[in-house]
């Protein structure tokens, strides 16, 4: 059939206005399937909230709760985007390779359950849910009701994109079929053929569900008619999967690079393993179903599944595999501190708490001074660590949170109650810390942009560079401070608020400096701008340092070794106090004069 695709495709030569509709037709039916992926997934995300996170946090240790939790994500938000919530929890700290590899094979057996759902022929009910969904979302007043109108109007969305395609294509599958041909399952060339075209694709729009629905759509449309036409599509696409993950990695730690790439490991590996066992599969898939597009989605899970409950034993020697063939001369980066085990000792938890507080601080410090290069000229490679140790301080944040949460659950004596609130608060003043070094760093990309109006005169930038270098001088005694082995926190409290006076000092008297040449046009007024911008910003960064001191200094802000190994006791039952009338204070704002 292939030998005459040539001669057939002349025979049948499709009108440029016809090819032109179809192109676009089949590039909007994609365009609407991904889109409503990513509607369905956004919202069943946020309907389930930050509870996938928590459980993520206390049972990835176990590699049976970790791919149970990972086959729940990839059924929510699919393995490639998983694979990016792991590389970045990773590269954070918060998870090892080891832990990270069982959600991740659970993410990838997560998908093909979704695409399970998807294969069942609902595309006449596509107008139904995108209008039921519409309603939910716009009439509901709760944002979790809101939210789940998002996820049925995406599934509707998902269904009319490939109907969409199926129908652009069927009126030309006459055409379209000889130029597949070479798609082909039952030769090795037309196998490995199909899989380098499959992975093309996924990798381009990174959605293995993308592929596979276009997969579903040529079936529908009838351009694909047997078991062994779809089998490398499939293939190809756990591959082409990958590319979001090993994008998602570049500029991380090694570890996190070594997540993506363990990903991509497992999933050619797979391939192979369904390449050797093509023809037991031709024999046992088309049994499971009459339906071709029912086949092809049986397929996908029986390969992932498989493979992924065959590597599941073997994930320590696995991750060390994984280690050996992407080696490093670096050390691993710091893992978190922040271990569910130490809850059931608060004394202990709270140390930890204090040491993750000064592992985040040190690497706002590490933005901070990389900010010091990019006053000079732009490096691509630095504003991306800048942007990744951003992102890093967020997922920190998050996991503090929940941590903390998780500890007031303990019984906590009055001490290590006030305690808690003082490391939430030092968390919140960390985590604004790293948004104005963002900051610091997004003024030095937009201002060599307009070089050379935004330059200033050598003694106004000396002062300004001085200013920086005492700013970062404060962050460093914080990074000191925040050690749970000291025995006095106000001292070392005292010391930052006396580098923060003398940082003070400076700021005023280079502002006042400058402002003066400003006024006497010794400088341009976009000059001015970001000067007053870039001091701002350490100003900002001073004044958080400053209320972390703070907090240090509270009586309560020290560790007690004596009870570092105590179990803390069942919390006695509270009584609650009794409910406000909110009419009461309603009532006092209605009669203040500003109302």
Request: proline share 4%.
């Amino acid at each position: 059939m292939c030998e005459s695709a040539l001669l057939y495709v002349k025979e049948i030569c499709m009108d440029p206005n016809d090819l032109f509709f179809l192109i676009f037709a089949v590039l909007g039916g994609l365009a609407l399937f991904i889109f409503g992926m990513n509607v369905m997934t956004d919202g069943l995300k946020k309907v389930a909230g930050s509870g996938l996170r928590t459980i993520l946090a206390r049972t990835t240790r176990n590699p049976l709760a970790g791919i149970s939790l990972g086959t729940v994500l990839g059924f929510l938000v699919h393995s490639s985007a998983t694979t990016v919530m792991l590389v970045g929890f990773v590269n954070a700290g918060l998870m090892t390779l080891i832990e990270a590899i069982p959600t991740m094979l659970g993410a990838n057996i997560g998908t093909t359950l979704s695409m399970q759902v998807i294969s069942f022929k609902l595309d006449k009910y596509c107008f139904f849910a995108i209008a039921i969904g519409f309603i939910i979302n716009m009439a509901s007043p709760n944002m979790k009701t809101k939210n789940i109108g998002r996820a049925i109007m995406g599934f509707g969305l998902l269904f009319l994109g490939m109907r969409t395609m199926s129908e652009a294509i069927k009126p030309h599958r006459e055409a379209l079929a000889p130029l597949l041909c070479r798609v082909d399952g039952s030769s090795l060339g037309g196998m490995l053929f199909g899989v380098l075209i499959a992975t093309s694709i996924t990798g381009v729009i990174q959605s293995s569900g993308a592929t596979i629905g276009m997969c579903y759509a040529l079936i529908s449309a009838g351009v694909f008619t047997n078991f062994q036409q779809v089998y490398p599509i499939v293939l190809g696409a756990h591959i082409g999967t990958c590319a979001t993950g090993l994008l998602g990695s570049i500029g991380t730690n090694i570890e996190a690079r070594r997540t993506a790439i363990s990903h991509l490991v497992f999933n050619i590996a797979n391939v192979l393993m369904a390449i050797i066992a093509a023809p037991l599969f031709f024999k046992i898939i088309p049994m499971t179903s009459s339906d071709l597009i029912h086949q092809t989605a049986n397929l996908h899970t029986a390969v992932i599944t498989s493979a992924a409950l065959l590597l599941l034993p073997f994930s320590r020697p696995y991750a060390r595999f994984i280690t050996l063939i992407v080696p490093s001369r670096k050390a691993p980066p710091q893992p978190s501190f922040l271990d569910n085990k130490l809850l059931a000792r608060p004394e202990k938890a709270i140390a930890a708490g204090i040491q993750e507080l000064q592992r985040v601080a040190s690497i706002c410090a590490q933005s901070l001074r990389l900010n010091a290069e990019l006053l000079f000229k732009s490096d691509r490679k630095i504003i991306q660590t800048i942007k990744l140790n951003e992102k890093i301080v967020n997922e920190i944040k998050t996991s503090m949170r929940i941590y903390i949460k998780s500890l007031t659950s303990r019984y906590l004596s009055r001490r290590q109650a006030i305690l808690l609130q003082h490391l939430d608060h030092c968390m919140s003043d960390i985590e604004r810390i790293g948004d104005h070094i963002d900051e610091f760093c997004d003024l030095s990309i937009s201002r060599n942009k307009m070089m050379p109006d935004t330059l200033v005169d050598s003694e106004s930038f000396e002062r300004l560079f001085n200013l920086y270098k005492k700013s970062l001088d404060v962050l460093f005694l914080v990074i000191d401070s925040l050690n749970p082995d000291k025995q006095d926190f106000q001292e070392t409290a005292r010391r930052i608020m006396e580098a923060r006076d003398e940082y003070m000092k400076m700021s005023l008297d280079a502002k006042g400096e400058f402002f003066s040449k400003l006024a006497n046009h010794e400088v341009t007024p976009i000059a001015g701008i970001y000067y007053s911008e870039y001091t701002s910003a350490l100003d900002r960064i001073v004044r958080h340092s400053k209320t972390i001191a703070l907090a240090e200094r509270q009586p309560d802000f020290w560790i007690k070794r004596k009870k570092l190994d105590k179990v803390a006791e069942s919390p006695p039952r509270q009584k609650h106090p009794n409910l406000v009338d909110p009419q009461d204070f309603l009532d006092k704002l209605q009669s203040e004069s500003i109302l």
